[in-house]
């Protein structure tokens, strides 16, 4: 053999190979295969899985911001029926202050109207009391059947004026 080149050896080494390459196939090609395959489809899994997550949570956003659209458009109905409603409710108060305040007025005006006339009625009283204190008084200090007259004259006068309503303005004289 040329070269020392024996063709068994050659035959033995490739038959080692094929049988290494054999075993290497079986025991670690497969494996790792399935193991890259299941790996393929674990992340896969997760990717559709991370798209159906990211698809729901777009639709529940969409939701969620037209149940948000939905109470904007429910709170602000609600303030301005609130608003409609505090507005009513200020008018009726307005309207029973008002009443009040007539009922209070006209009430007032009547009792003004009373005294006034209990006054005039005190006083028309009082004057006349003191007319007849003065015509005492006058009666007891005259000294002529004239002055008699005079003074007869002068308390009728007073009284006439008196029940016209200008007793105010009336002054007696007692030094007559």
Do not use: C, W
């Not at 003191?130 to 005079?150: G, M, Q």
Request: proline share 2%; glycine share 2%; net charge negative.
């Amino acid at each position: 053999m040329p070269l020392n080149i024996d063709l068994v050896q050659i035959l033995l080494h490739m038959l080692n190979f094929v049988i290494l390459a054999g075993g290497l196939t079986i025991i670690l090609f497969k494996p790792v295969n399935r193991f890259l395959n299941e790996r393929k489809e674990y992340y896969d899994k997760l990717t559709s899985d991370v798209a159906k997550d990211q698809e729901e949570a777009r639709l529940l956003k969409a939701e969620y911001e037209e149940k948000l659209k939905q109470a904007d458009a429910e709170i602000i109905q609600k303030k301005r029926d609130s608003e409609k409603e505090s507005a009513e409710i200020a008018r009726k108060y307005l309207d029973d202050a008002r009443e009040q305040a007539d009922r209070i007025i006209k009430t007032a005006e009547l009792d003004g109207e009373n005294r006034k006339a209990h006054i005039m009625e005190t006083a028309q009283h009082e004057i006349g009391e003191l007319v007849l204190s003065s015509a005492e008084k006058l009666l007891n200090r005259t000294e002529s059947p004239e002055r008699d007259k005079e003074l007869y004259d002068e308390f009728i006068k007073l009284t006439s004026e008196s029940q016209t309503g200008s007793v105010s303005e009336q002054r007696i004289n007692y030094d007559r």
